[in-house]
């Protein structure tokens, strides 16, 4: 079975940064794309930004030049680099990866539990 473990949300003041993790852990053949969501208070969840396996990244238009996704394959994980946090970007962030079980199978979304990012002074 296939888990997404998060790391790296808590409190924030407006200005700062975090740094988000998400590891892949279990039986797989391959990972595909991954990404990152979130879901603010009474908002739908939505995405943040995406990369493929070939490193191309998609952003939000409201992360753009602040959030930096990346991935490190070795590991089978997934960064966010969040600067010059807003409280507007509070939110639960929640990480999703799509990954082949086998090698004759197709891509399976999975996502991880979530983690909450607070952003206030």
């Known amino acids: 079975q296939v888990q997404l473990v998060e790391s790296g949300g808590g409190l924030v003041q407006p200005g700062g940064s975090l740094r988000l993790s998400c590891a892949v852990s279990?039986?797989?053949?391959?990972?595909?794309?991954m990404g990152w969501y979130r879901q603010g208070p009474g908002k739908e969840r939505k995405l943040v930004a995406s990369i493929t396996t070939g490193d191309i990244t998609n952003y939000a238009d409201s992360v753009e030049g602040r959030l930096t996704i990346s991935r490190d394959n070795a590991k089978n994980t997934v960064y966010l680099q969040m600067n010059r946090l807003k409280p507007e970007d509070t939110a639960v962030y929640y990480c999703?990866?799509?990954?082949?079980?086998?090698?004759?199978?197709?891509?399976?979304?999975?996502w991880g539990q979530g983690t909450l990012v607070t952003v206030s002074s």
């Open positions: 999703a990866a799509d990954y082949r079980a086998h090698w004759w199978g197709t891509y399976v979304s999975v």
């Open positions: 279990g039986s797989f053949f391959s990972i595909g794309s």
